[in-house]
C-alpha cells in the first residue's frame, strides 16, 4: 500500500512558478513509478508528467514540456512538479499517483493507476 499526500498548491499569476510535493509512506515507494495528473473544472483528469523508480526517465505532456519539471526524493520518499512559465490554462486540481510499472500509452491513462492522493489546487490568474 502506498499513501500519497499532496501540497503547494495555490494562487498565482500568469508567468509565476509553484513547487508542488507529494509525501509518500510506504516502504516500496523507491520502487514505483510516480506521475502527476491534473483535473479542470469540467474536463477529464489528464496526465502531466511521471518519472521511473530512480528518476532515469522522465515524461511529460506536450502542453508542459519545457515548463514544468518532475522529480523524486526516493531518500525522503517525495516526488516534486515545479512548474514555471504558469498559464491560466493550468488551472487545475494536481493529483499525484504512483503504480508499481507501466510502459508506452499505459501509463497516460489515469484509470490504469493504482494509488491517489486528495489533490491539491492550481490557480493561475490571468
Known amino acids: 500500500q502506498v499513501q500519497l499526500v499532496e501540497s503547494g498548491g495555490g494562487l498565482v499569476v500568469a508567468g509565476g512558478s509553484l513547487r508542488l510535493s507529494c509525501a509518500a509512506s510506504?516502504?516500496?515507494?523507491?520502487?514505483?513509478?510516480m506521475g502527476w495528473f491534473r483535473q479542470a473544472p469540467g474536463k477529464e483528469r489528464e496526465f502531466v508528467a511521471r518519472?521511473?523508480?530512480?528518476?532515469?526517465?522522465?515524461r511529460y505532456v506536450d502542453s508542459v514540456k519545457g515548463r514544468f519539471t518532475i522529480s523524486r526524493d526516493n531518500a525522503e520518499n517525495t516526488v516534486y512538479l515545479q512548474m514555471n512559465s504558469l498559464k491560466p490554462e493550468d488551472t487545475a486540481v494536481y493529483y499525484c499517483?504512483?503504480?508499481?510499472?507501466?510502459?508506452?500509452?499505459?501509463?497516460?491513462?489515469?484509470?490504469?493507476?493504482?494509488?491517489w492522493g486528495q489533490g491539491t489546487q492550481v490557480t493561475v490568474s490571468s
Open positions: 518519472i521511473t523508480w530512480n528518476g532515469g526517465s522522465t
Open positions: 499517483a504512483a503504480r508499481p510499472f507501466c510502459s508506452g500509452y499505459g501509463c497516460y491513462d489515469p484509470t490504469t493507476w493504482n494509488y
Open positions: 510506504g516502504r516500496t515507494f523507491s520502487s514505483y513509478v
